[in-house]
């Protein structure tokens, strides 16, 4: 276990606890490794309902409601469908909160327009969403911890906000 990734976690889990509050994460390029950081600490259960892997685009569909036009249109990694699916999480779940990721972390799949490294986040609360993209750099696991890092960090910002 990671002791930075754990110490995050924690951050989470007492900053969405102290609202009373539920997040559900919805993943791709991390395939539920933000969950598995999530559910490393004891007690979750009581601010953690569930997570949602899509790594597929027919999984973005078929559980969090993603319309294949959508990702026909703007493609799975797109500030769009990184919309739909964390509205999709929290409408498919007991959530308060919820984050959803989708990105290309490599090596492969890349493109001139959306290189490997990218990753659109978005961030759903009562009163909000959120998004954002980011082009990381570094092999497969950095992109992907740096994904698991920047949506932890997003979760309690906008759970700590005097806004919500």
């Known amino acids: ?14 900053t969405v606890e102290s ?3 539920l997040l ?5 390029c991390t395939g539920g490794w933000i969950a598995k ?14 997570g949602f892997v899509t790594y597929s ?9 993603v319309p294949e036009a959508l990702l026909d249109d703007d493609g799975a990694v797109s500030e769009a469908v990184a919309r739909a699916m964390v509205q999709g999480a929290l409408g498919a779940s007991a959530a308060h909160i919820a984050v959803a990721v989708t990105g290309i972390a490599g090596p492969d799949g890349g493109t001139k327009d959306k290189p490997v490294g990218t990753v659109w986040f978005a961030w759903a609360s009562p009163s ?3 998004t954002a993209v980011h082009r990381f750099s ?3 696991e950095a992109v992907r911890r740096q994904t698991l890092i920047v ?3 997003g979760v309690v910002e906008r759970a700590g906000s005097d806004d919500e």
């Open 138 to 140: 570094g092999d497969r």
């Open 57 to 65: 685009n027919a999984a973005k569909t078929r559980q969090l409601g």
């Open 24 to 28: 559900a994460t919805a993943e791709s």
């Open 151 to 153: 949506a932890l960090e």
């Open 1 to 14: 276990m990671d002791p930075d990734l754990f110490q995050l976690a924690l951050k989470v889990g007492r």
């Open 37 to 50: 950081v999530i559910t490393d600490v004891a007690g979750s259960s009581g601010w953690f309902d569930q």
């Open 128 to 130: 909000r969403v959120d």
């Open 19 to 21: 609202k009373g509050w």
